[in-house]
């Protein structure tokens, strides 16, 4: 799946919480999250990208400088769930926080979560998710990611239990993670982890003041791609293994899937007033991200047909 390179100076016995940052296209915002996360006792960081997507060769001397530092250097063209299921799987912390590059945390971040990890996980806790903000200077693209992808993670949310939250401001207890071991080939696409965390029992909260800040450095057309990429899994994933009936009906009933998740995605959005002001001036590259999604998503059910039918011989 990976391969991991550092220093890994500190034995595994002595890691509380591991740092799983993916990397995809955001390798500018590296030197300010670094710079947020100091040598800290107890804490590892793993560095997680694609091995087509490396790392800028100025940031190596600060990497080689870092004893608490690794690279977990994934396959060709990785997807972010992919880069995160290298990360626990190299992670040698008993918690480990899902993060990606483009959304960075602040010098506050990282006191607060190993609080949360120390102080207050209880046995019954999977999972902590934290806040996910858009600065007052957000472009257009960063603004319309936010409404898509984290409106559920905004500011100003009160702590409570909850069923999903946001894996890119995370944290999970690994025990809890690695026990999905069927899960684990496909990646760390976390809802699937989710129902499973509440069909066991176990708890996830949500911690307004774990805040990581969104600065995306995705243009539009990477952002629509990552979309269909993204999409086409989801797609492939919840039809294969199906009878062939099931599938076509499926398949047939694609073009359905952009009005739902616009209607449901849009009615999030105007029933909360710190977000209904955003939605005219970003619809345009919202309903676009959506309506990649749902491509995505059509084409991962044609995948799926294409497979070999339950029973078939191959």
Not at 22 to 29: F, I, R, S, W, Y
Not at 59 to 67: E, G, I, N
Not at 105 to 123: I, M
Not at 195 to 205: D, I, Q, S, T
């Amino acid at each position: 799946m990976s391969r991991v390179a550092g220093n890994g100076a500190a034995a595994e016995s002595d890691i509380e919480l591991s740092l799983a940052i993916a990397v995809q296209g955001a390798q500018a915002n590296l030197s300010d999250i670094l710079a947020a996360l100091p040598l800290t006792p107890g804490v590892e960081i793993l560095i997680c990208h694609a091995a087509n997507d490396p790392l800028p060769a100025a940031l190596a001397p600060l990497l080689d400088a870092r004893a608490d530092l690794r690279c977990v250097v994934g396959t060709p063209e990785a997807l972010i769930p992919e880069m995160w299921r290298d990360g626990f799987v190299a992670a040698r912390g008993a918690w480990v926080a899902t993060l990606t590059a483009h959304c960075p945390p602040g010098p506050d971040w990282l006191p607060r979560a190993l609080a949360l990890v120390r102080k207050e996980a209880t046995e019954q806790h999977a999972a902590f998710g934290g806040a996910i903000v858009a600065g007052p200077a957000a472009d257009r693209v960063t603004r319309a990611i936010q409404l898509l992808r984290y409106a559920d993670a905004g500011p100003g949310r009160a702590r409570r239990q909850v069923q999903d939250l946001s894996a890119d401001n995370a944290l999970y207890r690994r025990i809890a993670v690695m026990e999905c071991a069927d899960l684990l080939p496909d990646g760390f696409w976390e809802p699937n982890y989710h129902r499973r965390f509440v069909a066991r029992g176990l708890v996830m909260e949500t911690i307004p003041d774990l805040v990581v800040m969104h600065r995306n450095r995705y243009s539009a057309a990477d952002f629509r791609q990552q979309r269909r990429r993204h999409g086409r899994v989801f797609g492939r994933h919840r039809s294969e293994g199906r009878p062939r009936p099931v599938q076509w009906a499926m398949l047939l009933a694609s073009p359905a899937a952009f009005p739902v998740f616009a209607f449901k995605q849009t009615r999030k959005v105007l029933l909360r007033p710190t977000l209904r002001s955003e939605l005219p001036q970003v619809a345009l590259s919202l309903y676009g991200f959506m309506a990649s999604w749902c491509w995505g998503e059509a084409r991962g059910y044609a995948d799926a047909l294409r497979a070999p039918a339950r029973g078939d011989k191959p």
